[in-house]
């Protein structure tokens, strides 16, 4: 069956250290794959893609990095703030499919 | 204004209550999809449609049913609400090869 994992832990970190998130996937081949942010009581908001044949994408202090051979995904935040605290969720795109399938999520709370 | 809008925002209903959750978009996008969010489990895809003639279940239809009124709008329905069906409902659309979705705020449904 399709499963995809990410850090189970919440992850807490101090300001101005970087944030590693982990999205571990088995049985797919993805297209790419996308990371959302969702903040409590709100809908999750999409921060960056990456395509299967991309080794590494930049997005401000943001970093993602996709390896197929591993089935995994990093996500990084680089000096991170109090307001980078939210949950992150790692979502896959069979190909074709138009359908994305989540991950459960990480929640990361930066202390300033 | 948001460009997908859920309403109810909150609800409560008793069990045997037949609910609606309506959606509405102002992005022009063809596809629309509704998820359900529990803790611990991630978004899960209930139904989805890439226009208004074409609706397909998703991993947890069971209890749920659909209409695509046009192709703005995309309601949930349950006909018979049951107390395991409370949760965090979201709606999302997306559009082009890169399938990125765009969430409304949620619905957060009790059943008691």
């Known amino acids: 069956s399709q499963k995809i994992e990410q850090n189970s832990e919440a992850l807490n970190i101090q300001e101005g250290k970087t944030a590693t998130l982990t999205c571990n996937y088995t049985?797919?081949?993805?297209?790419?794959l996308q990371w959302y942010r969702q903040d409590p009581g709100r809908g999750p908001v999409f921060l960056l893609l990456i395509r299967e044949n991309e080794k590494e994408k930049r997005k401000e202090r943001l970093k993602v990095t996709f390896d197929t051979t591993l089935k995994q995904s990093l996500f990084h935040i680089t000096a991170s703030q109090p307001a980078d605290s939210a949950t992150y969720l790692c979502a896959l795109d069979l190909i074709g499919d138009y359908k994305l399938s989540f991950g459960a999520g990480t929640t990361v709370t930066v202390r300033a | 204004d948001a460009d997908v809008t859920q309403t109810p925002r909150n609800r409560i209903t008793k069990t045997g209550k037949r609910i609606m959750l309506e959606c509405s978009q102002t992005k022009g996008h063809d596809r629309m999809y509704w998820y359900r969010q529990d803790p611990g489990l991630g978004l899960r895809l209930i139904y989805y449609s890439f226009d208004v003639k074409d609706i397909n279940k998703g991993e947890i239809s069971d209890g749920y049913s659909v209409s695509r009124q046009a192709q703005a709008k995309f309601s949930l329905s349950l006909e018979s609400a049951i107390p395991n069906q409370t949760a965090l409902y979201f709606c999302a659309t997306s559009e082009g090869g890169q399938n990125i979705q765009y969430f409304g705020a949620g619905t957060r449904l009790s059943v008691l």
């Open positions: 049985n797919y081949s993805p297209a790419y």
